[in-house]
């Protein structure tokens, strides 16, 4: 498997994860037609190639066998980072793809000065909740989030690096 740096050539193997992970993950959750509405939102053309060229921001991405498997999106602000995005595509789930997107994204953050990472997570999304406890991240709180005009809880993870 190989870590890198997303380019615009990328945002439809990035639109096909992140569909396919937010089907398998949120169907049951949110619904399909809010699992429809947010990943044609989030996920747009237009939003992903603003991403991928804003400072202060690493976008990677995963490939196996030449394939898009997996993605993350992180910035970071004075000396915090945000992991806004992380999915990879349910064939692959639980094969390591997830923690070698983390482990390079914090690598490229850190060269940002950036002391510590926080992600949010949708509260009724076990196995994120999972994922992100699993690497150190502790709950810092909670916090809500509005799709397909229904309100729903996240959770609010902070995991504190060493100092520079």
């Keep these: 498997m190989r870590v890198r740096p997303a380019k615009t050539d990328d945002i439809p193997a990035i639109q096909r994860v992140a569909r396919r992970s937010w089907e398998a993950t949120y169907d049951e959750i949110l619904g399909r037609e809010t699992v429809e509405e947010t990943v044609s939102e989030w996920y747009s053309d237009e ?87 699993t690497l150190g991240f502790e709950k810092r709180g909670e916090g809500e989030v509005t799709m397909g005009g229904e309100n729903y809880r996240e959770t609010v993870y902070r995991k504190e690096l060493s100092a520079a």
Excluded: K
């Design 47 to 133: 939003t992903l190639a603003e991403a991928l060229d804003r400072p202060g921001t690493a976008f990677l991405v995963a490939e196996r066998a030449n394939e898009v498997v997996g993605f993350c999106h992180g910035v970071v602000e004075a000396e915090q980072g945000d992991i806004v995005r992380l999915y990879v595509d349910p064939d692959h789930w639980r094969d390591g793809v997830g923690s070698a997107l983390y482990e390079r994204l914090r690598s490229d953050l850190e060269d940002f000065n950036m002391h510590r990472l926080e992600a949010i997570v949708l509260a009724d999304n076990e196995m994120g909740n999972e994922f992100y406890r």
